[in-house]
């Protein structure tokens, strides 16, 4: 512009204009770091809700109940309706509305995250299209969980001129009864959901009750202190406000309903809110002036409709929809600031484990097409669980027996063996009621077998019985007809019932071997965490865990299978005709037994069976008197009848008779097949020894009756002290007995740990690993690589590949937000 003198001037600015422009500049940059700084919290919400990270970002949680007016606060907020409160069913689904204020944005733009992704589909423009988006994914959900409600969130993100920058979980109504065709605790659902939903102590909790509702019959008011006792954190309005206001009339009723003293505390202060409640199809502008309308006569009836108007300078600043939300966009924002230090630190933190999370997958679809490392590491890893076994089963203290170890009735019931075969009384081994394993669980088996083994006697044998075996003996022309005829009946009975016990014990020590596996499993684990793995990280293979428990089951199953080979041959050995077990009554002689025997039955208390639980030592006495299931405990030898003294006294002369057949029912003094040759008694059959009597008989008279039967008495028939029958069942009884310590302590339980315990501990490893390594290369890798596994790695990584973009990239964001606080 040129002068009257025709020279140019500098435009200049008064001072007041510089001002002005400096404040409007401040206010630009301010509104400008606002917005990026709620951009930012949005992306990090969104991504945080993707990926299921559980970050504290400040969110404002709106709670109450069902028709108290939230979702009419949350269109108010919007600036434009979308019928959210018409569907019923999206009220049981989270709600997140991330408000964006967009100035370009003269029609709101909706846009629906994704389920299971970051992303956003495209804009909705359609409030009946929002509401249609809400209901059916809701229904989809519900329908695919089953359940009534759902603490998975939709996102929806609105950007509009109209809107404020805030985001706010809408949730689920309280509700004091099911809708029909809802189950009947979907109320208790609602309010579980709701409270978790509130209870991060980042969030910021809107709640809403009407106003025709006292403060001290509030329904829901009890429940939002359960979650933030002190209101610290809680906001709370007072909906559809104009319905109250025609029952004040006096400036104290308004003051002290607004004060609501009493009942909330000092310090909290409600807002009281009323909108438009024509639900008519308008426009948005229409309906954005029927808010500010409704807030211009709710305050114009408080100063002109009540004697004396209400206190503005205390109340006014919370009266009024306008005014709760430029409270709520500020707090918001002020959290904001506040939280973004911390924020930044915990992407920091985030982003630094995603890409450990990230490496590792790396390292994982490497190793699984390396087959050298893949058998090197589980090579480690196997050799790792075998010697854990062999260390509890020398004994362990850890993991804690408490928790792992079992009692005798659970190893009963968990095997699924139940009690022993046989045995009627019940078997209580010492220490039965503590929680053992490994190699005291397999000891106390032992002992239980040893005190069934006990428990069990001679059954009792029909005279049918007696008589065919004894007949038999003198057809052949036996010499020793009563002594066989017991010594029979004994092995007959010891196969019949000491077989199942021997085979019942090897199934209990198998599942008590079986049981290490897991054992072995947790020692792994707690080294490894403690020390730090040295044999390679194995857990996400599945299928080799898989192969190598069946492995070591199929050990233990062979080892048990091998057993009772080995106790039945034992058994067998025992139980043999040839065997000299039922006629060798001196056992320091023949199998050297009896000394052994009364020694370890004197150290067995003291030692074997050490009495550990809580009562056992005040009670081990009587237990013993009590029970007749325990090894016998006696200091007089046992003599198998004809074996004493007196039967190795020299016979007299008459006492020699010719054999006969014999009949069960003779009396027990009969004395078959001894002659005297040279003054020297032989005795007829396959063995030329002192012959085997009954028992300390006087047998001087023998006489012949009943046309030539022998009998053989004292003289007196009356007087006779029993039959051949008794002394036979007798016999038996003690041959039985005889059969059953010579099984019992000789044979069985050296079989047995040496059988299970010594493989474990020697073998284990090796067998694992013909079972496992000793295959070609494609079968190896089939433990680890299954059909389509690959495939799986390769997408995991992509997912924490782009999990660590979006991380990034909000960590980048921030830390631009944090330069310009």
Wanted: with cysteine; hydrophobic share 35%; charged share 25%.
């Amino acid at each position: 512009m040129a002068t009257p003198n025709g020279y140019l001037t500098t435009p200049t600015k008064t001072p007041s204009e510089k001002s002005s422009l400096k404040r409007h500049q401040s206010s630009v940059d301010s509104a400008a770091k606002r917005s990026s700084r709620f951009e930012a919290y949005n992306r990090l919400q969104a991504a945080a809700v993707a990926f299921g990270e559980k970050l504290p970002i400040p969110e404002i949680v709106a709670l109450g109940g069902q028709s108290d007016g939230k979702s009419s606060l949350l269109e108010a907020l919007l600036g434009f309706r979308f019928n959210v409160r018409e569907v019923e069913m999206g009220t049981r689904r989270p709600l997140i509305l991330q408000m964006v204020h967009d100035p370009t944005a003269l029609d709101p733009r909706c846009r629906f995250q994704e389920e299971d992704s970051e992303e956003y589909g495209s804009p909705v423009v359609s409030g009946t299209a929002i509401a249609d988006i809400i209901k059916s994914r809701t229904e989809a959900l519900l329908k695919k969980t089953k359940t009534s409600v759902s603490p998975n969130p939709i996102v929806m993100r609105a950007e509009y001129a109209h809107c404020p920058n805030l985001t706010i979980i809408d949730t689920p109504g309280f509700v004091l009864k099911a809708k029909k065709g809802e189950p009947e605790n979907t109320p208790d659902e609602i309010l579980s959901m709701v409270k978790s939903l509130a209870s991060p102590p980042n969030r910021i909790l809107l709640f809403l009750q009407q106003s025709s509702v006292e403060w001290c019959s509030s329904l829901w008011l009890d429940a939002i202190r359960e979650i933030d006792p002190t209101f610290r954190r809680t906001v709370i309005v007072v909906s559809k406000f104009d319905n109250r206001l025609k029952e004040f009339s006096d400036r104290w009723e308004v003051d002290r309903y607004l004060s609501a003293s009493g009942y909330l505390g000092e310090n909290t202060r409600p807002y009281f809110v009323a909108l438009p409640k024509d639900r008519g199809t308008i426009s948005n502008d229409e309906f954005r002036k029927q808010i500010s309308q409704v807030d211009v006569e709710v305050l114009r009836h408080l100063r002109d409709g009540v004697k004396g108007g209400f206190d503005e300078e205390k109340f006014k600043p919370y009266v009024g929809f306008g005014c709760l939300r430029d409270y709520l966009e500020s707090e918001l924002q002020k959290r904001y600031k506040e939280s973004a230090p911390a924020t930044l630190a915990l992407l920091e933190q985030r982003c630094a484990e995603v890409t450990t999370e990230l490496a590792r997958m790396d390292s994982t679809i490497q190793a699984t097409s390396d087959v050298a490392h893949l058998r090197r590491f589980a090579m480690l890893h196997a050799a790792s669980i075998s010697n854990h076994v062999g260390a509890v089963i020398d004994g362990a203290a850890d993991p804690s027996p408490e928790q792992w170890g079992k009692t005798t009735h659970e190893e009963q019931s968990e095997s699924g063996i139940g009690s022993w075969p046989g045995v009627t009384v019940d078997v209580k081994p010492p220490n039965a009621t503590l929680r053992l394993y490994g190699g005291a669980a397999f000891e106390r088996v032992i002992h239980e077998f040893r005190c069934a083994a006990y428990s069990i006697v001679c059954p009792p044998v029909s005279r049918e019985k007696v008589a065919n075996i004894l007949l038999a003996h003198a057809g052949r022309g036996g010499s020793r007809g009563v002594t066989e005829a017991a010594a029979e009946i004994a092995r007959a009975a010891a196969r019949s019932w000491l077989a199942p016990l021997l085979d019942t014990a090897c199934d209990r020590l198998a599942f008590v071997l079986g049981n290490l596996f897991d054992l072995a499993l947790e020692r792994n684990r707690s080294r490894e965490s403690e020390y730090g793995g040295k044999s390679g990280n194995m857990d996400g293979y599945i299928s080799f865990h898989a192969s190598l428990r069946h492995a070591y089951i199929r050990f233990v199953k062979d080892l048990a299978k091998q057993c009772k080979k080995l106790v039945r041959h034992h058994l067998d050995s025992v139980t043999s005709p040839y065997s000299q077990v039922c006629y060798d009554n001196d056992f320091q002689g023949g199998f050297g037994l009896s000394a052994s025997y009364n020694k370890f039955n004197q150290a067995s208390a003291s030692s074997f069976c050490l009495e550990l639980s809580e009562g056992g030592a005040a009670s081990h006495d009587e237990t013993m008197r009590d029970q007749e299931n325990m090894p016998p405990q006696t200091n007089a030898q046992q003599t198998t009848p004809g074996k004493g003294e007196e039967g190795r006294e020299a016979l007299r002369e008459c006492q020699m008779t010719v054999p006969e057949t014999p009949s069960p029912d003779q009396p027990c003094e009969v004395v078959y097949g001894v002659k005297k040759e040279l003054g020297n008694f032989i005795e007829v059959g396959p063995r030329k020894r002192i012959a085997r009597m009954a028992g300390n008989r006087n047998v001087d008279n023998i006489r012949l009756q009943n046309g030539g039967v022998l009998q053989f008495g004292n003289g007196d028939n009356s007087a006779r002290s029993g039959s051949a029958f008794s002394e036979i069942c007798s016999s038996a009884a003690q041959h039985f007995a005889r059969i059953r310590e010579v099984l019992v302590e000789r044979s069985v339980t050296s079989t047995l740990n040496s059988g299970f315990l010594t493989p474990c501990r020697d073998r284990l490893v090796v067998a694992l690993g013909l079972d496992l390594f000793a295959v070609n290369d494609e079968k190896f890798m089939d433990m680890f690589v299954a059909p389509g596994a690959m495939d799986v790695l390769q997408n995991e990584r992509m997912s924490l590949e782009k999990r660590q973009k979006i991380l990034q990239s909000c960590l980048n964001e921030f830390k631009s937000v944090a330069r310009a606080l």
